[in-house]
């Protein structure tokens, strides 16, 4: 079993920063992406962000220049760094990391944490 726990989300005001950690645990023998996700109200899940394990980059066209991803492979840890928000980035923003279980035959996971709020004021 693989769990991840966010942390860091809250209420901040439009163009404000705030940076939300990912941490994922338990049977991992390797993570090969971590990515962060976010759901308004109303809306459906969407890809904000993911980094791959050789620290490649993906954006969402709404945070590019604004958003920045970043890991600690080691620490099977991930940030997802917010600048200059805005009040359309109030949603509950979800962490996935997707890799290999440390138990033999190291089948394929997918884990999801529970989501941090972030609630941007204007």
């Known amino acids: 079993q693989v769990q991840v726990v966010e942390s860091g989300g809250g209420l901040v005001q439009a163009g404000g920063s705030q940076r939300l950690s990912c941490a994922a645990s338990?049977?991992?023998?390797?993570?090969?992406?971590m990515g962060w996700y976010r759901q308004a109200p109303g809306k459906q899940r969407e890809l904000v962000a993911t980094?791959?394990?050789?620290?490649?980059?993906k954006y969402a066209d709404s945070v590019k220049g604004r958003f920045t991803i970043s890991r600690d492979i080691a620490r099977n840890t991930a940030y997802l760094q917010m600048n200059s928000l805005k009040p359309e980035d109030t949603a509950v923003y979800y962490c996935?990391?997707?890799?290999?279980?440390?138990?033999?035959?190291?089948?394929?996971?997918?884990?999801w944490g529970q989501g941090t709020q972030v609630m941007v004021s204007s």
């Open positions: 996935n990391a997707e890799g290999r279980s440390s138990i033999w035959p190291r089948p394929s996971f997918s884990s």
């Open positions: 980094i791959t394990s050789g620290r490649s980059t």
């Open positions: 338990g049977s991992i023998f390797s993570i090969n992406v």
